[in-house]
């Protein structure tokens, strides 16, 4: 009981504190209220790349099973409407940015791993919708590679921007999310060379 609180608490922490820091980040004062949108978006769905790994491997308490791997879609999902916001909102704000951005030409290193992530998470989700049409070693060599490009271009993206969320924060939930991921892909091959034997 203890245990689930803890980590439950420590959740919720990882998510609040980033969000409650860059919505009250005095830069934030001055923009649009589309771009401070997408911005908590990002910070949204930075946080659901912390809970994936933990739901589809059953390390969140009470969300283990077949209600663990539900909500490991739901959050999927999820993840994918918090990108479109994210996107969404950003290209609001300045188109002609975001075009540089896509077409991989901006002189920011961020955005271009920050498309590289978006690239990478469509993979995954297409993986996902062709699941049934996909041999299961396949599906799963894939979709783990996938994954684990997600987390090692939108980590990078989210250190390098400066200005929303706050520098402590941002590194701690950045730091928890290639744990959550390294847990994750490590049990998963843990998993490959037990059924081999």
């Not at 609180?5 to 990882?14: E, K, N, R, T």
């Not at 049409?133 to 987390?151: D, I, Q, S, T």
Request: charged fraction near 10%; include cysteine; proline fraction near 6%.
């Amino acid at each position: 009981m203890v245990g689930a609180v803890l980590i439950w608490g420590g959740l919720v922490l990882a998510l609040g504190l980033p969000l409650g820091i860059a919505a009250s980040n005095p830069l934030m004062g001055w923009r649009q209220p589309v771009y401070v949108a997408a911005c908590l978006a990002g910070v949204l769905g930075l946080w659901l790349l912390l809970v994936q790994p933990l739901l589809a491997t059953g390390h969140l308490p009470g969300l283990r099973g077949s209600r663990g791997r539900w909500m490991h879609r739901l959050c999927g999902g999820l993840l994918l409407a918090a990108v479109a916001l994210h996107l969404g909102g950003l290209w609001l704000t300045s188109p002609p940015d975001m075009v540089d951005a896509l077409l991989l030409r901006a002189p920011t290193l961020f955005s271009v791993f920050g498309v590289l992530g978006l690239w990478a998470l469509l993979a995954a989700a297409l993986l996902v919708a062709a699941r049934q049409r996909l041999p299961a070693r396949l599906w799963r060599r894939g979709h783990r590679l996938a994954v684990a490009a997600v987390g090692l271009c939108v980590v990078p993206h989210a250190l390098l921007i400066e200005g929303s969320m706050g520098p402590v924060s941002k590194a701690g939930l950045c730091a928890l999310v290639l744990v959550a991921l390294g847990v994750g892909l490590g049990r998963d091959l843990g998993r490959r060379r037990i059924t081999r034997r």
